[in-house]
């Protein structure tokens, strides 16, 4: 419908022409007395009618019956062809209830029972004219009319008015013509940089910039206040030293012969030395308490996790 009032006329009339030779050539294959599509059609339909039950009144006249419609019945008449549901009157093929009484008969054929109108004849005769072929638009002949056909006056529609005509498939833009995709990834119009003026950047991320160097950020050291002391001053010297008075706590760091050392007692001892008490006699005073002082460590921060 969006070519023009010839082109289209010429396209519809050389469908047309084709499609009456066509069929008339299938008129005069065909064979019998009604079409062997419409009857291999009634004959297919004969299947499945287990759910009507007929009552006959006479050999042309009964009741059908429909069990999965609280018992639906109507009434069929062979005779005129006829049925309470109407549907073989308006389609002149036998309805269900129809097929259902003709099956319970013998030697049925089912061309009997169909309407003129699916008669071979009325296909030949439909197709019998032929439609005259015509010449390209070139050799069309000039006729002069009395008149000047105008364009129909437009009609003002509702809402906002089109820009662009509908074009016809013979013009770029028409429905064999598609737009190029965009690139995957753009949605809509794309960015002008206000520096260099192209698409497809802005000025904050325009390559003409060039690359800017980041300032390190100075990195927070936490001093290491963790000192490891190893103190060898006797337990006596302590507590003779400490101002306060001696508690229970401190008293078993005294000697046990009243402020004598270890290596006296030994000595005094008239008994055997035991293995046990080897140790304590090459005991040997230690060094004055020396501080050991553990450099400080370094502190790496952690990154910021990017969102």
Not at 55 to 76: A, M, P, Y
Not at 216 to 227: G, L
Request: net charge positive; charged share 30%.
């Amino acid at each position: 419908k969006d070519l023009p009032v010839d082109v289209l006329d010429d396209m519809l009339n050389g469908k047309i022409m084709k499609l009456v030779a066509t069929r008339r050539k299938i008129g005069e294959k065909l064979q019998g007395r009604m079409l062997p599509a419409v009857v291999q059609q009634v004959n297919n339909r004969t299947r499945g009618l287990g759910h009507l039950k007929v009552t006959k009144s006479s050999n042309w006249k009964g009741e059908v019956r429909d069990i999965n419609k609280d018992n639906l019945r109507h009434v069929v008449n062979i005779e005129k062809s006829e049925c309470t549901c109407l549907e073989w009157q308006h389609t002149g093929k036998p309805c269900e209830h129809a097929l259902v009484f003709l099956i319970g008969k013998r030697n049925v054929k089912m061309e009997d029972y169909l309407h003129e109108y699916y008669s071979l004849e009325r296909f030949r005769a439909a197709y019998m004219g032929v439609v005259e072929p015509l010449t390209d638009r070139s050799q069309w002949p000039n006729v002069k009319l009395d008149f000047v056909l105008h364009a129909p006056l437009p009609k003002s529609s509702v809402g906002r008015k089109r820009k662009l005509r509908f074009r016809s498939c013979l013009e770029k833009g028409g429905g064999h013509y598609k737009k190029k995709p965009p690139p995957k990834g753009q949605l809509g119009s794309q960015n002008r940089c206000k520096k260099c003026n192209q698409l497809g950047h802005r000025q904050a991320g325009c390559p003409t910039n060039g690359v800017k160097k980041r300032k390190p950020k100075p990195r927070k050291i936490k001093p290491n206040t963790e000192v490891d002391v190893e103190c060898s001053i006797p337990g006596d010297a302590l507590l003779q030293v400490s101002p306060r008075p001696v508690t229970r706590s401190q008293s078993s760091l005294r000697s046990p012969l009243g402020g004598t050392s270890s290596l006296a007692v030994l000595q005094g001892s008239p008994g055997p030395i035991t293995r046990r008490q080897l140790p304590m006699e090459t005991w040997t005073p230690a060094s004055p308490a020396t501080v050991v002082v553990q450099a400080a460590k370094k502190l790496t921060p952690r990154k910021r996790k990017r969102v």
